[in-house]
């Protein structure tokens, strides 16, 4: 028996959408309770109960284990041959094709192929699938972009327990890889702990893709961008190191103790000679020394950073931080523990004469300085709670620019390698800051909490477009930075040029003008008989304006009521 029901509807009632209303409450059914039922239950009072319509759900959260994940190849040399013929004898090979080709079938299924392939062909040759209709609106949107950055790697020290990140230093070649130098700084903390460094290749962040086993910890580390294959490091113990990565992973030659620094090396960089073996290194023992790969026995100058030009050791100056650019290979910066930066030139004739000029630039020690690299006589440096910018130009002034103080140390800095305006620093708290000085001078145009650990080390790639930073615990954060923060826009090289040429004359002027005002002073105070101060009134005021600066700092913080006293 066939059940069948037809169901008509108007074509145009299809896909109406269907209309509700209000209507009121309607009793469908209605069941009187049962008195008689009510002996089969007890009575239960209070009672307590819930419906839900939806279903119930419950929310869980899951930390999987990291897998290991490994790239393998295969390598396919010659297949597809009959078992009869082997294909490293080309007389075997060249025969079975001459006789495959004479066969009728080889010649109709290339014929029957060929149409096909070129009726592809020709479908695409009609239209050009990547042809770029509005490229002109894109570029204005990418202007109108907002600076962002994102994580996309993390590298983890892959020794327990972790140890500081010090340096970072990308490969030369595409950037294809990082090599990052582990040591801890903390006294008497690195006598149990791994002395290994790695090279990680960005693609397989979870296995280092060589180990360096130097003899004591290595503190900076860097490529030679002449020849790849060698790096140079600066140990714990002030020795110079070498290695080159073809060979593997142990140091091919290395200073002798008694010819090496006598403190952590801090700074070491390859100069551009024409043998590319010779490199310079610098060291809190107060002392710069020159060194060849060739003839690793002793070095072959000496600077000692004593700026009151007497080469006297005793009164050196620790060099806590080292830049040097190729676009001027005879001059270097060092960045003392005493807040002293020393512009050097090596073509002096003698050691006090290579200490040009002197920066007097911050409270405690700069921890990085560097040029910029369109600018070079234009150079960064961070030290205390700010970063400050120079000019060679300007010998006695002040900084020209600088940031405002923070609430936590600024430990390192770098310029963007394509914009000349930008600079990243990071800091004691964990956060990357992202200046455009173009737009933003008293504020970052970008601030990122990359990690809850103080970051050490900041580098960023030749393109700009990746920056690494590195903790106090070990880990390797790369960000990638939105297109408006890696590429140079028009005119941005002039107008970075303007700005910094009419800062340089601004505190010019305010140099002259405090020189005028102290002269004047001076002549006031020789036309008036001396007077003597009273040191407890003195006192008294110096400590007035101290409380009130703490007051003044902590209202605005909003930790204390406007009217509190």
């Not at 006294?187 to 290749?201: A, G, K, M, P, T």
């Not at 103080?405 to 990071?426: D, G, I, Q, R």
């Not at 956060?431 to 650990?453: A, G, M, R, T």
Request: proline share 6%.
């Amino acid at each position: 028996m066939e059940i069948k029901y037809e169901y008509s509807r108007k074509r145009s009632e299809f896909g109406r959408p269907c209309v509700f209303s209000d209507l009121l409450a309607e009793v469908t059914v209605n069941i009187p309770p049962d008195p008689a039922l009510a002996e089969d239950f007890i009575p239960q009072d209070p009672v307590d109960f819930a419906v839900q319509e939806g279903p119930v759900l419950a929310g869980h959260e899951v930390n999987t284990e990291r897998s290991q994940v490994t790239i393998r190849g295969v390598n396919h040399v010659e297949g597809g041959w009959p078992k009869h013929v082997d294909p490293k004898n080309q007389e075997l090979t060249t025969r079975y094709r001459e006789e495959v080709e004479r066969e009728e079938v080889y010649t109709k299924t290339i014929q029957r192929l060929g149409f096909v392939v070129e009726h592809y062909i020709k479908q695409n040759n009609t239209i050009d699938i990547y042809e770029e209709y509005f490229e002109e609106e894109e570029e204005e949107d990418e202007d109108e972009e907002h600076p962002s950055a994102k994580i996309i790697c993390v590298i983890r020290d892959p020794n327990n327990p972790r140890r500081m990140c010090t340096h970072l230093s990308w490969h030369p070649d595409g950037n294809r890889a990082v090599a990052v130098a582990y040591c801890s700084l903390d006294f008497q903390e690195s006598r149990n702990l791994n002395s290994d460094s790695y090279v990680w290749d960005v693609e397989k962040p979870y296995t280092p893709e060589l180990t360096l086993k130097p003899s004591s910890p290595v503190v900076t580390l860097e490529y030679n961008s002449k020849d790849w294959y060698h790096m140079l490091g600066g140990c714990y113990n002030g020795q110079i190191v070498y290695w080159d990565t073809r060979k593997g992973g142990l140091p091919m030659e290395m200073t002798p103790v008694e010819f090496s620094h006598r403190d952590p090396v801090y700074g070491a960089y390859w100069l551009p000679s024409r043998t590319g073996t010779e490199c310079f290194s610098g060291s809190t023992d107060g002392q710069v020394l020159w060194w060849d790969i060739r003839k690793m026995s002793q070095p072959s100058e000496r600077l000692v950073l004593d700026i009151s030009r007497q080469d006297q050791l005793k009164d050196a100056l620790g060099a806590s931080s080292l830049d040097f650019a190729p676009v001027l290979p005879t001059k270097f910066l060092v960045g003392t523990e005493q807040g002293i930066i020393i512009s050097c030139n090596r073509d002096a004739k003698t050691p006090p004469e290579k200490i040009a000029n002197i920066f007097r630039s911050h409270i405690g020690a700069v921890y990085r300085v560097t040029r910029n690299p369109f600018f070079p006589k234009v150079f960064l440096s961070v030290g205390d709670w700010t970063a400050r910018i120079w000019t060679e130009e300007l010998m006695d002034s002040s900084s020209i620019m600088e940031t405002r103080y923070h609430s936590s140390y600024l430990m390192n800095t770098c310029w963007s390698p394509v914009k000349p305006a930008v600079f990243f620093t990071v800091r004691s708290d964990g956060v990357l800051d992202i200046w455009d000085i173009l737009f933003h001078q008293k504020e970052p145009s970008l601030s990122v909490k990359v990690s809850n650990d103080p970051l050490l080390s900041l580098c960023s790639q030749d393109n700009g477009r990746i920056v690494g930073c590195a903790t106090k615990m070990g880990n390797v954060s790369l960000l990638e930075l939105s297109p408006g923060l890696c590429t140079i826009r028009k005119n941005e090289k002039t107008l970075t040029s303007t700005m910094f040429e009419r800062e340089a004359r601004r505190e010019k002027v305010l140099q002259d003008k405090y020189k005028e005002r102290l002269l004047r002073e001076q002549e006031h105070l020789r036309a008036q008989p001396e007077q003597q101060e009273d040191a407890v009134q003195t006192f008294q005021q110096a400590r007035e304006d101290f409380l009130a600066s703490i007051k003044a700092e902590r209202r605005r913080r909003g930790l204390e009521a406007p009217g509190e006293g």
